[in-house]
């Protein structure tokens, strides 16, 4: 109630009254009655006015009463889209010249509050997990200091400057959301909760607005992705651009955006699958959903036996891949496939080719066989690729061309795995003959040569042809056809047999998962305010509550690279690194030194240059590879 609006109100009482109540002075019993009628009025005045406003969130009133609601909460209710609440609610927070003191009802609740926030970091019974929680919460607010007591239900918190900012964002985790950023986020999610649409550009705005920025209208894609900027709050009314109204229109508040938002469509993920003890031509499943076929990386590990020319068929689509060679104990073989038949510019994502990196440098694939402690091997031209048309598959033709005819059984020497297709795809290992016996050497302590007697099921055989095979009869020669081709499975107790060798099977591949949408939202500082709020939290909830019916959502925040620019007029840049390491050096090793069986007959001019050489160390104490 206001004094223009009660001053309003008695002078329309006035003209309405007889004049012998009028006529009375404001100070008689008749003008304290009017006086009061005219309050009354103004009040109820106030109230229909406030009772209208709060039926709209632009305004309605946003204070919280002491038991109640506000209403604007209680329009966000409609929508179930709610206020967050304060991360850290204490019992009472004092403050003096040292900081903040949080008083806790109990010092279980203390740790509740602290779990909440830091999560399994924080465990007040273990010492040394109780002073790395206390560290994180340094970590996560720098220039605060934070002390807590074992059992106690008190936090106490110090500022290690005089730069205020530091305090103000922890003391922001003490109150729950502001009034104005929930009118503001109520009114950003309203309209995309109730359009019913569940388009990128809906998701994406609504992920900006749950982490408290203002999505930019002005949306554009790199590759098969959908970027949108998160802009400060109020940028949308004064930029035509980012309200969308004026597309065409450059940006008033260009690099003034606080995070970038990437929504892909089928995005490329990664899948593997491990058989830990596969058995020889025993058909095992490998389930790939994609909209793309792609060929898998292999690595085959003998454990405790030799492996003689291993291979894996695909039951799918007929493809064999042949390593002519022995495995020995703990050897792994590892397969990358060339790229035939697939299509890789399909694979790009978010405007990059981040995917079959090995075909770079090595265009027509490779093969390596590692063993620990030993360099590794290039077996490369060792593997085998088997193919051939199927009958019933779509392109197989009679007749035709060269390049068209059906090509029922070809051998190539090439580094080529099986095809995954979308949906099952039926797998099964296989050896391929090879002559049993070898001669070892003094060297090897693990090969095939080993001798068997007639009840062994595995080992080395010597025999003659039994010449009269020839004459027996049809029946006979098919039992004994069986009898050779069948694989042992009688031995289901684990034993070692040829049918159950001790081998160990991993695929790795990529699949553009159908159905399916990814959310990548680049952490940053504003993100990380975010998610001390409880707003990741929250956005979570609210694009699992938007997704449409069978669509799976996956959300993840990437950390970019670090990068500094440094200008070259500035003092040098120097960059310290420090290096531990232990190298055991024999004394009867002597010094470094370079042998050349053969001498050097050419002369050398001394003005031609140094005498250079190149040498390549097969271990290092850094591992470059691991290099972003």
């Known amino acids: 109630m206001t004094l223009p609006s009660l001053a309003l109100r008695r002078q329309r009482l006035l003209d309405l009254l007889p004049r012998i109540f009028t ?43 002491p038991d109640e609601d506000s209403a604007l909460e209680r329009l966000g209710h409609l929508l179930q889209v709610y206020r967050l609440p304060a991360r850290l609610a204490p019992r009472s927070v004092d403050s003096d010249e040292y900081g903040l003191h949080l008083h806790f009802a109990t010092s279980r609740h203390l740790d ?24 994180l919460l340094t970590d996560l607010f720098p220039g605060l200091r934070f002390d807590h007591a074992t059992l106690d239900e008190t936090l106490h918190v110090q500022p290690t400057s005089d730069d205020p900012a530091a305090l103000q ?9 502001g009034g104005e950023a929930y009118r503001r986020r109520l009114q950003l999610t309203a309209p995309l909760l109730t359009g019913g649409i569940t388009t990128p550009r809906a998701l994406l705005a609504l992920a900006i607005a749950d982490l408290g920025a203002e999505p930019s209208l002005a949306m554009f894609r790199r590759g098969d992705t959908l970027v949108a900027r998160g802009m400060p709050p109020g940028t949308c009314k004064r930029c035509p651009h980012c309200a969308g109204t004026a597309p065409d229109t450059p940006c008033r ?91 890789l510019p399909a694979y790009d994502s978010n405007g990059a080719a981040n995917h079959h990196r090995w075909l770079e440098p090595y265009p027509h694939g490779r093969a390596l066989v590692t063993t620990e402690g030993k360099p590794e091997r ?44 979308n949906g099952d795809n039926a797998l099964m290992l296989l050896t391929f003959a090879k002559p049993d016996a070898e001669f070892a050497d ?3 302590t693990t090969h095939l040569s080993v001798f068997a007697d007639s009840k062994d099921k595995d080992g080395t055989r010597f025999a003659l042809i039994d010449r009269d095979l020839a004459q027996s009869d049809q029946s006979f020669l098919t039992l004994l056809l069986q009898s050779l081709t069948q694989t042992d499975t009688t031995a289901e107790d684990g034993g070692d047999s040829a049918a159950k060798p001790p081998l160990k099977l991993q695929l790795e591949w990529l699949a553009r998962a159908p159905a399916t949408f990814r959310l990548r939202i680049p952490k940053n500082g504003w993100v990380a305010d975010a998610e001390l709020r409880g707003a990741v939290t929250l956005m979570r909830q609210d694009i699992e509550r938007a997704r449409a019916a069978g669509v799976r959502a996956l959300i993840d925040f990437p950390v970019l690279p670090y990068r500094e620019e440094h200008d070259s007029d500035d003092s040098g840049f120097a960059l ?24 050097l007959a050419d002369t050398h001019a001394v003005g031609e240059g140094g005498l250079t050489f190149d040498a390549v160390w097969d271990a290092t104490r850094f591992d470059w590879s691991r290099m972003p």
């Not at 009017?34 to 309605?60: E, F, H, K, P, Q």
Request: aromatic share 6%.
């Open 23 to 65: 006529a009375q002075p404001a100070d008689s019993a008749v003008g304290a009655v009017i006086a009061g009628m005219a309050g009354a009025l103004a009040r109820l005045d106030s109230d229909m006015t406030r009772v209208l406003y709060d039926r709209w969130s632009a305004m309605a009133t946003g204070e919280r009463l």
């Open 112 to 135: 509740d509050a602290l779990h909440g926030l830091l999560g399994a970091s924080w465990n007040p019974t273990d010492p040394d997990a109780h002073a790395h929680g206390l560290r």
């Open 169 to 177: 964002r922890f003391d922001a985790l003490l109150h729950p959301e």
């Open 253 to 343: 508040a260009e690099g003034q955006q606080v995070l970038e938002a990437w929504l892909t469509d089928n995005p490329v993920l990664d899948c593997d699958h491990y058989e830990p003890a596969p058995r020889l031509r025993r058909v095992f499943n490998v389930s790939s959903a994609s909209q793309l076929a792609d060929r898998p990386v292999l690595r085959l590990t003998a454990t405790e036996r030799p492996i003689a020319y291993p291979a894996i068929q695909s039951r799918t689509t007929g493809e064999i891949t042949l390593y002519a060679g022995t495995l020995k104990p703990g050897e792994t073989l590892h397969l990358y496939p060339d790229g035939q038949g697939l299509d």
């Open 378 to 421: 290039d077996v490369s031209g060792d593997i085998f690729y088997l193919w051939g048309n199927r009958f019933d598959a779509d392109n197989s033709r009679f007749g035709g061309g060269r390049d068209e005819a059906l090509r029922c059984g070809v051998l190539d020497q090439a580094v080529r795995t099986p095809l995954l297709l």
């Open 442 to 444: 003094t060297s090897d």
């Open 576 to 599: 310290a690194a420090t290096l531990s390491g232990r190298e055991s050096h024999d004394p009867r090793e002597g010094r470094l030194a370079i042998t050349a069986s053969q001498p």
